[in-house]
């Protein structure tokens, strides 16, 4: 396991080339650089030079200005450059990483400040681990408190590979705030998040919010951590939006959002500019309600995503409720026992691989909470509706034919006229004749997002309008014979995962058949990256 050490990286190369400042000195300025004269500001800007050299170069001028030396480079200053080459991704991440450090101990404190700002705009969406490491290590080692919640930020990106421990995010944010968990410094970024101004329709103090939830989501799998420190949160509270719609959501439908994008999810349900999520939010509560608790408990708990199959089911199939979790699997176990299943055969790329888990439902049903197997009933009922199935086909044949992207969308319930069919609901006879049809929504990816023909990237517009969805979904077509790939890949379950979304793929298998596969998300993280559970429903003919 690769560790982190937030002592580490940037110093002992600032020792090495120190000491080696003086032989730098006679190559970069004595005439072995082959343009005579060559001063360092000016090794530092050429992009022909190796990386190892440019990084000499930053710890001259370091020296140089330290010692109140004159600098070469004309009106161009050392900073100019310095912040030019940190925003350029392209540039070496060694290099990227001194001329930050360099800037955050500059001998002039104008120059730290310019600094400062610089960091705490790069380190939330900043990938490269040696930059993440020069910020993380001097706002530790100087005491700067400010830059916490721009650490939660960075620390909310996931990192295989690196135990949460080790994490230098997770090592600044103990220097910072003594005598504090972890838990707890993240949570006061949730509840106190900056207040920074909405730019180009994002909402930067929900951002804040969502990556603080993320980062718990993490490092407190069930919520149950989350749970008791809301309880204990200040009285002020009681006015923050976020915190009561997370409240009734405990209150109202048994769970708690886990992810960031759950929180977001959440949110937006609780949008009291959004009519029809009030009436579904009063829905949902009675079927919650109805739901005995001795199906619900810390083993098998209630997720975001199982409220509206809950909310269907009582409006529908109202039996449901009262079925056990053994009871439901026997009803799934039996609507499947005739059908067709096509295993995934394809794994990152390799074809031939054997899947590493089964997808049938016998062979993972112990994943699978009360929630989970009723949501499962909920969604084969929907995506086989003819008229569903039928759109599905069109999808899959216009996704065929167009090579930049991967088509994908909502399958949701209709709700309109779900008033009427809730007083028909103890009526037998009218089971399954209300004005709530299933349908599937296409959501088309905006052009820049638009990454190839074997991935789909959900747009804002898809997630905005997802409040009441049953499931996202999408296509693997690329051909007509696409067997091997039934079934999420990798980078699909990582997006179940993290939008706390129940997910179905839709794959081609031959000419009028496709493979439906349902996906979900799991409760073991894995350092953010849970594997999620897959479960193969079955062919699907035209």
């Given at each position: 396991?690769?560790?982190?050490?937030?002592?580490?990286?940037?110093?002992?190369?600032?020792?090495?080339?120190?000491?080696?400042?003086?032989l730098a000195g006679l190559m970069l300025g004595q005439g072995c650089s082959t343009v005579p004269d060559?001063?360092?500001?000016?090794?530092?800007?050429?992009?022909?030079?190796?990386?190892?050299?440019?990084?000499?170069?930053?710890?001259?001028?370091?020296?140089?200005?330290?010692?109140?030396?004159?600098?070469?480079?004309?009106?161009?200053?050392?900073?100019?450059?310095?912040?030019?080459?940190?925003?350029?991704?392209?540039?070496?991440?060694?290099?990227?990483?001194?001329?930050?450090?360099?800037?955050?101990?500059?001998?002039?404190?104008?120059?730290?400040?310019?600094?400062?700002?610089?960091?705490?705009?790069?380190?939330?969406?900043?990938?490269?681990?040696?930059?993440?490491?020069?910020?993380?290590?001097?706002?530790?080692?100087?005491?700067?408190?400010?830059?916490?919640?721009?650490?939660?930020?960075?620390?909310?990106?996931?990192?295989?590979?690196?135990?949460?421990?080790?994490?230098?995010?997770?090592?600044?944010?103990?220097?910072?705030?003594?005598?504090?968990?972890?838990?707890?410094?993240?949570?006061?970024?949730?509840?106190?998040?900056?207040?920074?101004?909405?730019?180009?329709?994002?909402?930067?103090?929900?951002?804040?919010?969502?990556?603080?939830?993320?980062?718990?989501?993490?490092?407190?799998?069930?919520?149950?951590?989350?749970?008791?420190?809301?309880?204990?949160?200040?009285?002020?509270?009681?006015?923050?939006?976020?915190?009561?719609?997370?409240?009734?959501?405990?209150?109202?439908?048994?769970?708690?959002?886990?992810?960031?994008?759950?929180?977001?999810?959440?949110?937006?349900?609780?949008?009291?500019?959004?009519?029809?999520?009030?009436?579904?939010?009063?829905?949902?509560?009675?079927?919650?309600?109805?739901?005995?608790?001795?199906?619900?408990?810390?083993?098998?708990?209630?997720?975001?995503?199982?409220?509206?199959?809950?909310?269907?089911?009582?409006?529908?199939?109202?039996?449901?409720?009262?079925?056990?979790?053994?009871?439901?699997?026997?009803?799934?176990?039996?609507?499947?026992?005739?059908?067709?299943?096509?295993?995934?055969?394809?794994?990152?790329?390799?074809?031939?691989?054997?899947?590493?888990?089964?997808?049938?439902?016998?062979?993972?049903?112990?994943?699978?909470?009360?929630?989970?197997?009723?949501?499962?009933?909920?969604?084969?009922?929907?995506?086989?509706?003819?008229?569903?199935?039928?759109?599905?086909?069109?999808?899959?044949?216009?996704?065929?034919?167009?090579?930049?992207?991967?088509?994908?969308?909502?399958?949701?319930?209709?709700?309109?006229?779900?008033?009427?069919?809730?007083?028909?609901?103890?009526?037998?006879?009218?089971?399954?004749?209300?004005?709530?049809?299933?349908?599937?929504?296409?959501?088309?990816?905006?052009?820049?997002?638009?990454?190839?023909?074997?991935?789909?990237?959900?747009?804002?517009?898809?997630?905005?309008?997802?409040?009441?969805?049953?499931?996202?979904?999408?296509?693997?077509?690329?051909?007509?014979?696409?067997?091997?790939?039934?079934?999420?890949?990798?980078?699909?379950?990582?997006?179940?995962?993290?939008?706390?979304?129940?997910?179905?793929?839709?794959?081609?298998?031959?000419?009028?058949?496709?493979?439906?596969?349902?996906?979900?998300?799991?409760?073991?993280?894995?350092?953010?990256?849970?594997?999620?559970?897959?479960?193969?429903?079955?062919?699907?003919?035209?």
């Open positions: 396991m690769h560790k982190e050490v937030i002592s580490a990286g940037l110093a002992a190369l600032r020792t090495a080339a120190c000491g080696c400042i003086m060559k001063g360092p500001l000016t090794v530092v800007r050429d992009v022909r030079e190796s990386a190892a050299k440019r990084v000499m170069a930053v710890e001259i001028l370091r020296e140089t200005q330290s010692a109140g030396k004159r600098v070469e480079g004309g009106l161009i200053a050392p900073r100019d450059v310095y912040k030019e080459i940190a925003w350029t991704l392209s540039q070496p991440p060694k290099l990227r990483a001194a001329v930050v450090d360099s800037m955050l101990n500059d001998s002039d404190p104008a120059v730290v400040e310019d600094g400062k700002e610089l960091a705490k705009l790069l380190l939330p969406k900043e990938a490269t681990r040696e930059v993440v490491v020069a910020i993380c290590k001097n706002a530790a080692m100087k005491g700067w408190k400010d830059f916490t919640p721009a650490i939660v930020r960075a620390y909310s990106r996931t990192l295989p590979g690196v135990d949460e421990s080790d994490r230098v995010e997770r090592a600044a944010l103990q220097d910072l705030h003594p005598g504090k968990t972890v838990d707890e410094v993240v949570f006061g970024v949730f509840v106190e998040p900056p207040v920074v101004p909405p730019t180009e329709r994002i909402d930067w103090t929900m951002r804040y919010r969502a990556d603080a939830w993320n980062v718990l989501a993490r490092i407190d799998e069930t919520g149950a951590t989350r749970g008791e420190m809301l309880r204990s949160a200040s009285s002020g509270s009681e006015e923050d939006s976020v915190i009561n719609a997370i409240r009734a959501c405990q209150q109202d439908l048994r769970c708690l959002p886990i992810t960031g994008e759950e929180l977001t999810w959440l949110s937006s349900l609780r949008n009291p500019a959004r009519k029809d999520n009030a009436s579904w939010w009063r829905e949902a509560t009675e079927a919650v309600a109805m739901v005995p608790t001795a199906f619900t408990g810390p083993a098998s708990p209630l997720m975001l995503r199982h409220a509206e199959p809950i909310r269907w089911a009582m409006v529908h199939r109202r039996e449901y409720l009262t079925l056990d979790r053994a009871a439901l699997l026997e009803l799934l176990s039996a609507r499947m026992k005739s059908r067709k299943f096509i295993p995934r055969t394809v794994i990152e790329g390799k074809k031939g691989t054997a899947v590493t888990k089964s997808e049938l439902l016998a062979k993972r049903e112990g994943e699978l909470s009360w929630g989970d197997v009723l949501t499962i009933l909920v969604i084969d009922e929907a995506i086989r509706e003819p008229q569903v199935v039928s759109t599905l086909f069109a999808q899959a044949q216009a996704d065929r034919a167009d090579r930049t992207t991967e088509y994908g969308g909502l399958l949701a319930w209709n709700r309109r006229g779900a008033s009427a069919s809730r007083q028909a609901a103890g009526d037998a006879s009218t089971q399954g004749q209300s004005p709530e049809r299933a349908v599937i929504m296409l959501y088309m990816p905006r052009s820049a997002q638009r990454l190839g023909d074997l991935k789909f990237i959900a747009s804002d517009e898809m997630v905005s309008a997802s409040d009441l969805a049953l499931a996202h979904y999408h296509f693997h077509v690329q051909i007509e014979k696409n067997a091997e790939y039934a079934g999420p890949s990798k980078g699909d379950l990582e997006y179940a995962q993290r939008m706390g979304r129940s997910c179905v793929v839709v794959t081609s298998i031959r000419e009028g058949v496709m493979a439906l596969d349902y996906y979900q998300p799991s409760l073991d993280w894995k350092n953010g990256l849970g594997e999620g559970t897959t479960i193969d429903l079955g062919e699907l003919s035209k």
